[in-house]
């Protein structure tokens, strides 16, 4: 596997239902993102991971849960969602350098729906 | 903080015609800008990005950007499109955070149609 990847591509969920979105990177990157993207809306930053530790939480709900483990791996764990959580979800990740703004590299994205 | 504006929602162009998509861009500091397309289902991919230098900035695909500080724009172009450029493109500027990690701001997006 090369660059971002993510697991499942595709997500059908009910409201009371507990799932997990992974993504793991073979970039050798040291930050990971999740973003949300909807439906004539830009994409929005939800969590930003430096270094394995959480710098950044757009005012996201609680109903999503981001987890780090170490580099190479992030997931997103999902209970109680809404239907207007139904969108595509992407991961990212960069190298963290000093001094410069550094270029994200995407996965193919989760497409969830809730129902 | 920082804005995106891609004025065209939709653009549709003959194959083997001249592309150019708009991006303006508000940010404060030195803009570091980046292009990305999106293909259906599919996750973003970088085609080009601007840091510093020359202001004409080459890619993938045969694209390339042109910052002009003057206009706050960063337009992307191509001499000729293909049918496989149809797509999204997303116009994006990077700043950085208090722990030295990155954030993008995106536009809304332009969806290229191309025409046989």
């Known amino acids: 596997e090369t660059g971002v990847t993510q697991t499942p591509r595709h997500l059908v969920m009910g409201m009371t239902n507990k799932k997990s979105l992974k993504c793991e990177q073979h970039l050798g990157h040291n930050a990971m993102y999740w973003y949300k993207q909807s439906a004539k809306k830009p994409l929005e930053l939800m969590f930003v991971y430096s270094l394995e530790e959480r710098v950044e939480n757009n005012s996201v709900p609680s109903r999503f849960s981001p987890e780090c483990p170490n580099s190479s791996h992030l997931f997103l764990h999902l209970h109680t969602l809404q239907p207007e959580d139904s969108a595509l979800y992407l991961c990212?990740?960069?190298?963290?350098?000093?001094?410069?703004?550094?270029?994200?590299?995407f996965g193919p994205g989760t497409r969830l729906t809730v129902l | 903080a920082q804005s995106v504006t891609q004025p065209d929602i939709h653009i549709t162009v003959s194959e083997g015609a001249s592309l150019e998509l708009r991006c303006n861009y508000s940010y404060g500091a030195t803009p570091y800008l980046f292009w990305y397309v999106q293909s259906p289902g599919q996750g973003l991919q970088l085609l080009l990005k601007?840091?510093?230098?020359?202001?004409l900035v080459q890619g993938i695909k045969g694209f390339e950007a042109e910052f002009k500080r003057s206009q706050s724009s960063f337009n992307l172009r191509k001499p000729s499109v293909h049918w496989s450029d149809a797509a999204e493109y997303f116009c994006a500027v990077g700043a950085r955070g208090d722990s030295g990690y990155s954030t993008l701001t995106f536009g809304k997006g332009t969806m290229l149609l191309v025409s046989p």
């Open positions: 990212a990740s960069s190298q963290v350098t000093g001094g410069r703004v550094d270029t994200q590299y």
């Open positions: 601007y840091f510093s230098g020359d202001t």
